[in-house]
């Protein structure tokens, strides 16, 4: 008899596990909405509203087209398209990005600013961190190829799982000539075994064995497939520029260093200190604004 309530107690107990690491997994890939309540006109900036299908699915997604009233033209035109964090929106706040915009746009280059899918204005219900938003990118392309003509050179800038996304649509396409990241993730499922109580706020054991185990299933992605790591090699010779800081707690910046070591002659990287995840273009603005431009010019 003490046998078989022990039995039931460890069954009430696993079903007990089972159920928040569900629930928790869940939260994490349907997270609430933030509401875009900026607009590039408090940045003197002109917009142009646009819409686009994300490349597989047909997802609509929400953006702003910020095109320069002095586009430099040597040997092309440029566009910069901006990627945000999870569970964000294309105003990423914690830089802000508009802020950043205006100083690409003042530059002379064109910048697209969109919300990923189940994000500010698009379109979707679910978040993916990386696996689908890389379709979401891969679409962003597909406007700005079909609404310029062609005559623009595209880069991509991500910051988050926007950097990792970013890395790997460039991957999949020859129309990226760069890509610059800021606190992206190398790989997802590593860096989720490590840091995913950061997120869940759970303890790792036995809650990130479990959640890890029942979400791709739940939401029907395959997370071995966000492997910016081993997608950094199918960019080069093309660019990346990694940003990371050395105190972010979020995202360790040995993330950005690993994807750097692949091709170190090729891609460059820029460590900063003293700043939060995505936090360094608020602490060093200025270095932050001549180290993109260059890299931009370069590409």
């Known amino acids: 008899m003490i046998g078989f309530l022990v039995s039931i107690i460890l069954l009430f107990i696993l079903l007990g596990l089972v159920g928040l690491s569900t629930y928790v997994g869940w939260q994490l890939t349907h997270p609430k909405r933030k509401i875009v309540d900026d607009t590039p006109e408090n940045y003197n900036l002109h917009r142009k509203d646009v819409t686009f299908p994300s490349r597989t699915d047909g997802v609509m997604l929400d953006g702003w087209y910020l095109e320069s009233p002095n586009p430099i033209t040597v040997p092309k035109t440029t566009t910069i398209i901006m990627s945000h964090g999870y569970a964000g929106t294309r105003l990423e706040k914690g830089l802000p990005a508009l802020s950043l915009a205006q100083a690409l746009v003042n530059a002379g280059y064109h910048v697209l600013m969109f919300d990923f899918r189940n994000s500010g204005r698009s379109e979707g219900n679910t978040t993916t ?25 595209i880069v991509l800038l991500g910051f988050s799982m926007g950097g990792t996304s970013s890395i790997l649509a460039a991957a999949e396409t020859k ?3 760069g890509v610059i990241t800021d606190s992206a993730f190398s790989q997802l499922i590593p860096y989720l075994k490590e840091n995913l109580p950061v ?15 029942i979400l791709p299933k ?8 966000v492997d ?18 050395k105190d972010d707690q979020a995202i360790p910046y040995i993330n950005s260093a690993e994807m750097y070591k692949r091709h170190p002659g090729v891609f460059e990287l820029w460590i900063t ?3 939060g995840h995505v936090g360094s273009f608020h602490l060093e603005s200025d270095a932050y604004i001549k180290r993109v431009l260059n890299f ?3 590409c």
């Open 129 to 153: 961190i990386g696996f689908l938003e890389k379709e979401d990118i891969l679409g962003a392309i597909d406007w700005v190829q079909t609404n310029t003509y062609n005559q623009t050179e």
């Open 175 to 177: 129309t990226v000539s």
């Open 199 to 213: 997120w869940s706020k759970l303890p790792r054991y036995p809650f990130t064995p479990l959640i890890l185990f």
């Open 218 to 225: 739940l939401i029907g992605v395959n997370p071995h497939a």
């Open 228 to 245: 910016a790591l081993a997608a950094v090699d199918k960019i080069v010779p093309r660019p990346i520029l990694f940003i990371h800081s």
């Open 273 to 275: 200190e003293k700043a």
């Open 296 to 298: 931009i010019a370069k």
